[in-house]
């Protein structure tokens, strides 16, 4: 089955430098990598997906990229901000079947 | 729109007892619905998916016969957990798939079940 992993667990940056998570996939008919963001003790709230027919998604601060080739996609979070301190989680999910498999999650630290 | 309600948020239970968490979809119809387990300071770990009016798939590693899921309706999914321990202790979250295909799930905020 489908394996996903993420780096790094933990990642502290500077408020107002970027934060890049990275993670990779096994199952290469995965063609859909949605990113979540989980504060603490609430649910995971999505922040930006991507569908593998697009190499790359930006919504205003963050920004998200594809690699098909080499199976992995990252996440990109400029001008860092306080509120951006959480638990950032990666998933895949893949043809004929609604499951999203997760990786096991980076949490963001922004310091002042 | 795509809210997904859970009720309790929170249970304080008695080892050997038996707890039920509602999931709901309050404004769309949900086909498939998720359930998850989150331990503290790690990842959601599907345990199983609940297609409405069919039995429940579940993961490898998750007894069916202790985590019960009845999918009653298009709106509702129900997980119990029976003859509770105290590992069964953990944040337990739903999500929904609005319509068949790649979309995206929406999660409830979760139930914090505590055995003692």
């Known amino acids: 089955g489908e394996n996903v992993e993420q780096h790094p667990s933990t990642l502290s940056v500077q408020e107002g430098d970027s934060a890049v998570i990275k993670c990779t996939y096994s199952?290469?008919?995965?063609?859909?990598f949605p990113w979540y963001k989980q504060e603490l003790g609430k649910r995971p709230q999505l922040i930006i997906d991507?569908?593998?027919?697009?190499g790359e998604k930006k919504d205003q601060r963050i920004a998200v990229t594809l690699n098909k080739t080499a199976k992995h996609f990252s996440l990109h979070i400029t001008e860092t901000q306080p509120e951006d301190s959480a638990v950032y989680f990666c998933?895949?999910?893949?043809?004929?079947?609604?499951?999203?498999?997760f990786g096991k999650g980076t949490r963001l630290h922004i310091l002042p | 729109g795509a809210v997904v309600s859970q009720h309790p948020s929170w249970v304080i239970c008695k080892s050997g007892t038996s707890v039920k968490i509602e999931c709901r979809s309050l404004?769309?119809?949900?086909?498939?619905m998720f359930w998850y387990r989150q331990f503290p300071k790690q990842s959601l770990m599907l345990m199983a998916t609940s297609n409405e009016g069919s039995k429940a798939t579940y993961e490898q590693g998750v007894e069916k016969d202790k985590f019960l899921i009845n999918h009653a309706s298009l709106t509702l999914s129900t997980l119990t957990v029976t003859s509770a321990h105290p590992e069964d202790s953990s944040f337990y979250i739903c999500?929904?798939?609005?319509?068949?295909?790649?979309?995206?799930?929406?999660f409830g905020p979760g139930t914090r079940l505590l055995v003692l």
């Open positions: 998933a895949a999910s893949w043809v004929g079947d609604d499951k999203i498999i």
């Open positions: 404004d769309f119809q949900a086909t498939t």
């Open positions: 991507i569908r593998s027919n697009v």
């Open positions: 999500s929904a798939d609005g319509t068949s295909g790649q979309e995206t799930q929406y």
């Open positions: 199952d290469s008919a995965s063609n859909y």
